[in-house]
């Protein structure tokens, strides 16, 4: 299976610039996507195919990368996007999540 | 708008059975490939399976093959997950989402199973 592996947490504070990586056991084209996911919700599409942005998400979510290595940017961080974020690949079966960053907010 | 609404989740024992529902509006429910995802509690998100259009095809994680089946009733825009063999590890909150292109853009609440003596 392809392993997404993940920062466990970061911690930022509101208006900076943050970038969560995501980094693939092997390549996956560009069939990584991304999710926000708030305490006791269920997770939210921010990112499809590395870089294009989902319907209605702020256009301060931001991906990018290819292959094996995928960034997703958040500039400027405010205090909602405190959430758990997963990336996700669609190229190699079977689909896999990574492990999830915790974004804290300082 | 697009909905998903899962049900039937619940405690049940080990070596026990349970069948899952998620119930799809807003969409043409018959094209587009349904999957279920679970999370255990405090954890990441695990696929664990996906049905093709008219439900012929389905293919299963390693974790959950030959003990859990998917299927649907298009007629009935709903999608199913017959869980049975469970086991403590299958405690977990299961979700269904649509496949749009290649990625989940359509999520639904959630239904929590426990598996517990």
């Known amino acids: 299976d392809t392993v997404l592996t993940q920062s466990p947490a970061l911690a930022v504070s509101p208006g900076e610039r943050v970038s969560i990586s995501c980094r693939a056991s092997?390549?996956?084209?560009?069939?990584m996507h991304w999710y926000q996911q708030k305490p006791g919700q269920q997770p939210k599409l921010l990112i499809y195919k590395a870089s294009n942005l989902a319907s209605g998400v702020p256009a301060r979510f931001s991906g990018s990368g290819s292959g094996t290595d995928f960034t997703l940017t958040i500039d400027p961080v405010e205090a909602d996007d405190t959430a758990t974020y997963f990336c996700?690949?669609?190229?190699?079966?079977?689909?896999?999540f990574g492990g999830g960053t915790k974004l804290e907010l300082k | 708008e697009v909905k998903l609404v899962e049900s039937g989740g619940g405690l049940l024992k080990p070596g026990g059975s349970l069948k899952l529902s998620c119930v799809a509006s807003?969409?043409?429910?018959?094209?587009?490939?349904m999957h279920w995802v679970r999370q255990a509690p405090g954890k990441g998100l695990e696929w664990i399976g996906e049905i093709e259009y008219d439900g012929t095809e389905t293919n299963y994680a390693p974790s959950i093959k030959d003990r859990f089946t998917i299927s649907r009733d298009n007629a009935k825009n709903t999608l199913y997950l017959q869980m049975s063999s469970v086991r403590s590890e299958d405690t977990a909150t299961y979700f269904c989402?649509?496949?749009?292109?290649?990625?989940?853009?359509?999520w639904g609440q959630g239904t929590l199973v426990t598996v517990s003596s």
């Open positions: 807003g969409f043409t429910f018959s094209n587009y490939w």
């Open positions: 996700q690949q669609s190229w190699n079966d079977p689909r896999t």
């Open positions: 092997e390549g996956v084209n560009s069939y």
């Open positions: 989402t649509v496949q749009t292109g290649s990625w989940f853009a359509y």
